[in-house]
């Protein structure tokens, strides 16, 4: 147990690997936030509104403000996950089939990703 902490340690402190975006192709940059960067905001922004909705719970009598940030936090994460989903909807896909080679329109997913 204390060696796969302490392996655990040294890759911890090692930091993640470099990633060099501008060596991507836009599939795969496109995958790299898909897998890296929206999976660990699934995963976290739901706990952070929960954090933030306990303390707002149980210590706005110590501050009025704190309900209002639980309720900014909750804004920022809607609004976070649903352009996630329009980027792994819509976005993403384009830039896979542009990538591949596809030609067209584009102004309708634009449209649908400024919306």
Do not use: C
Request: proline fraction near 4%.
């Amino acid at each position: 147990t204390v060696a796969l902490l302490e392996s655990a340690a040294v890759l911890f402190a090692a930091g993640p690997a470099e990633v060099d975006a501008a060596a991507m192709g836009l599939g795969e940059l496109a995958d790299h936030i898909e897998a890296t960067h929206h999976a660990y905001l699934k995963a976290e922004l739901p706990r952070l509104v929960e954090l933030a909705d306990r303390v707002a719970a149980k210590h706005a009598w110590r501050d009025a403000r704190l309900p209002e940030m639980a309720a900014a936090v909750n804004t920022l994460t809607l609004e976070m996950l649903t352009h996630m989903q329009k980027e792994e909807v819509v976005l993403f896909p384009l830039v896979r089939r542009i990538e591949a080679g596809a030609r067209g329109d584009i102004s309708a997913p634009v449209a649908q990703m400024e919306a």
